[in-house]
């Protein structure tokens, strides 16, 4: 854990450094990116269907942090916005399925309407479908400035990402813990790992991998991305118990009410608090090699804990 | 339209060339590696519904098709391995997703019970989630010996034959199509172009990227491969009407019961075979250039429209 002293320094170089005008940029950017990525074409109504949700808004966290780990390593915001836009392309995509009556059965998401409640399950299921296989289709067409081994190394880490051995294997976990008590803190954080901790850290480093960064920084920015996506994930658990609806743009209290095992179910809301601060402190730490380059890094992973949504 | 003693020629060609043994040596290849691709891990229920679909059978005419275009291309077997099996991998997917009660609601496949009807809703859409995922991984991840920029090259294909410019998108028009019976033979051809021409085309092409080929070869082989694509459908269609169940493996009678629009009730048994034929011989055609070397491709296209299942 980093010390007390330490980390009031990094809170006061945090206020240097403007994160709401930063986050603001840099996902207008993202927006305009993505709304160009998939520009509506024949049969209409997929299009649409697919537009529909990755264009709902939502923290663009991912394609952030990857626009920011390639700047960081000496690359470019154009090297990366590609595999920027894939990523939320993979995460929608993760949204879409996840939301179906098969599964969690959802009716809102982001405050609106699901989209398999707009556009029906088959398109719903045909959407997710298209976005995933376009989200290869585009870093691979799209990068540019590129030496395409580091394009096919990006490639195959956005595969894995959501293979059985990421977002899926991690879906198949919570559905099986479904109504189940006895989870413990450790399958919990293995389910997150896969299901949304994978893909944080795919988005860090594929930045990384796309500017030509070398194993050792790969390397700290995986650690860095593992335990931001861990405290992300603990304090999802801790706003869906504290925060309203009308903050969440989602349910609230659905964990408590489908009686999920969550970090505060098993430590308590003050215990959780303070392992997702210690994950955070610890994230920072990692990127203390960097100087000020990392200044965005660090303000979001202190954001992540701060966050009311 | 190739002349009939051309046709002739090529008949006695292809009776020289045993195509028999030709497809049971590569499809056992195939099987093999398509085994070795998936290993059981955790989640093992995941992993079991992807195998359980991956390597349920089939004539394996993508993988075959893509390696016979490598060698044809002066590449090796084993350069096109993996995306021999990435082209199944997307093509079980693909099955999986349209077997779903939400789509065509099928209760068997190759004479076995669909992946749904086994593991449910929820664990078919991620083991069709995880197998498209795992495609685009097992590309970028599995393929040796081949410079990094055809293997992005066949990424991209790859992509865009699954998205909603192919795959996704001819399945949207299957299902707006559904019941209505003034389906013109264009509407129908773009719908097959789009669910089964174009995974063919990228079968055939991208064993040829994988060898190095250049742009003129690249265009025959795509001409080649739409050509027996669409005959490959007309001949579905036609089956579907006169072979039964035990020979197809699946719900035979299925189009002419469901009402669907098909080649043979728009044009007719035997003027459906004449197309299929003319198909066959204008592919065939595409081939000269290649002398011997083609005769794999020649033999296959005729297999198309000689088929029984």
């Not at 970090?263 to 809301?269: C, F, R």
Request: one cysteine or more; aromatic letters at 4%; glycine letters at 8%.
């Amino acid at each position: 854990m980093v010390k007390a002293e330490e980390r009031v320094e990094h809170n006061s170089e945090s206020a240097v450094f403007d994160l709401t005008s930063y986050l603001k940029q840099r996902k207008s950017l993202v927006e305009e990116a993505l709304d160009r990525s998939l520009p509506v074409s024949k049969p209409e109504k997929i299009y649409e269907a697919m537009r529909y949700s990755l264009l709902a808004g939502g923290k663009r966290l991912r394609p952030i942090l990857c626009l920011a780990t390639c700047e960081l390593a000496g690359g470019t915001i154009a090297m990366a916005m590609p595999t920027a836009c894939a990523l939320e392309m993979i995460h929608t995509m993760s949204l879409i399925h996840d939301d179906l009556p098969a599964m969690d059965n959802d009716d809102y998401r982001r405050g609106k309407l699901t989209n398999h409640k707009v556009y029906g399950e088959d398109i719903a299921i045909l959407a997710g479908d298209g976005l995933l296989a376009y989200a290869f289709e585009y870093v691979a067409a799209a990068t540019q400035n590129v030496p395409p081994q580091q394009v096919v190394k990006v490639l195959a880490r956005l595969g894995r990402t959501v293979s059985a051995a990421g977002l899926v294997g991690g879906q198949v976990l919570d559905l099986e813990s479904e109504g189940k008590t006895d989870i413990a803190a450790e399958t919990l954080t293995l389910i997150h790992t896969l299901k949304t901790g994978a893909l944080l850290e795919t988005a860090v480093v594929s930045g990384a991998i796309l500017a030509g960064a070398g194993a050792e920084d790969v390397a700290k920015l995986s650690r860095y991305a593992q335990k931001i996506g861990l405290a992300f994930q603990i304090v999802d658990d801790i706003l869906d118990i504290t925060a309203t609806k009308e903050e969440l743009g989602k349910t609230a209290g659905k964990d408590l009410e489908a009686q999920k095992v969550t970090y505060p179910s098993l430590w308590g809301i003050e215990e959780s608090k303070a392992q997702a601060q210690e994950l955070v402190d610890g994230a920072i730490a990692e990127l203390e090699s960097y100087g000020e380059l990392a200044e965005p890094l660090r303000a979001i992973a202190q954001y992540i804990v701060s966050r009311k949504n």
